[in-house]
């Protein structure tokens, strides 16, 4: 894939921020001062911009929702496993991972990206297999962010539990029945979060893996919550013992 296309005023910002003069971007024409601005920044950071009609919009967006831009960006730095770049035993920051099991909705697969990035996740591993593709409703459900964080896609989850363990990051599994909630664990060291699918939950062999299974503090009448709001959940918490 040379180019890849990303849709919606936001996702097409954070691809400019993030690749500047290596986008073509597309904004329609007409007077609209968001656009304009939009526009505006793209040249800015020296993107080829060109104002098309609506119509035009329509088809090379192939059916996503637009707003009324898109952009043709470089594809997605995939890092290998080995590749990560982790803080290491010197820095002040300490390593935070997030592994998604088997997260097939590209708006849950986004929406949990846009809550690693905007927590401070050191990166988001995911299996090739059984995960959501990355599309452009990927890339909107995540509002740019996926351009900020640094990706892995693996062979096997379990395979790199343990690559991450060698490393020295404790695994914590999150499961409604885990024995003991998520702030009761010391979060504040190199920790991967591991979130497996809406109902299915955690693979048998992914869970056996982890170091611990901890569970969100709920206190109301709902058992579990959505994948995307109890990653954002279980992020905040390491965000807030780290300080």
């Known amino acids: 894939m040379s180019e890849r296309l990303v ?10 921020a993030a690749h500047g003069s290596a986008l073509r971007v ?20 020296g993107a080829r911009v060109d104002r098309v009609a609506r119509a035009e919009l329509d088809r090379e ?8 831009a898109i952009a043709y960006a470089p594809p997605l730095r995939l890092r290998a496993l080995e590749a990560l770049e982790l ?4 820095a002040r920051e300490r390593a935070l991972v997030v592994l998604l099991d088997s997260i097939e909705d590209p708006q849950n697969f986004g929406a949990v990206i846009r809550s690693s990035v905007a927590f401070g996740a050191s990166a988001i591993v995911w299996p090739e297999h059984g995960a959501a593709p990355l599309t452009p409703a990927t890339f909107r459900a995540s509002a740019g962010a996926i351009e900020h964080a640094q990706l892995c896609v693996v062979r096997s989850l379990p395979h ?12 914590i599994g999150l499961d409604a029945a885990g024995e003991r909630a998520v702030d009761a664990l010391d979060l504040a060291k190199d920790t991967a979060l591991v979130l497996g699918a809406e109902g299915a939950g955690l693979h048998r062999a992914v869970k056996k893996s982890c170091d611990a299974i901890a569970r969100l503090p709920m206190r109301g009448p709902l058992a579990s919550l959505n994948v995307s709001a109890a990653a954002a959940v279980a992020l905040y918490e390491a965000r807030r013992q780290r300080g």
Request: aromatic share 2%; proline share 6%; charged share 30%.
């Open 160 to 171: 790199a539990i343990d690559a991450l363990k060698s490393r020295g990051l404790q695994v």
């Open 26 to 45: 597309l904004v329609e024409r007409g007077d609209a001062p968001q656009l304009d601005a939009l526009a505006r920044f793209a040249k800015d950071r």
């Open 87 to 90: 803080p290491d035993a010197s």
């Open 7 to 16: 849709c919606g005023i936001q996702p097409v910002r954070e691809a400019i």
């Open 61 to 68: 967006s192939r059916g996503a929702r637009h707003q009324g």
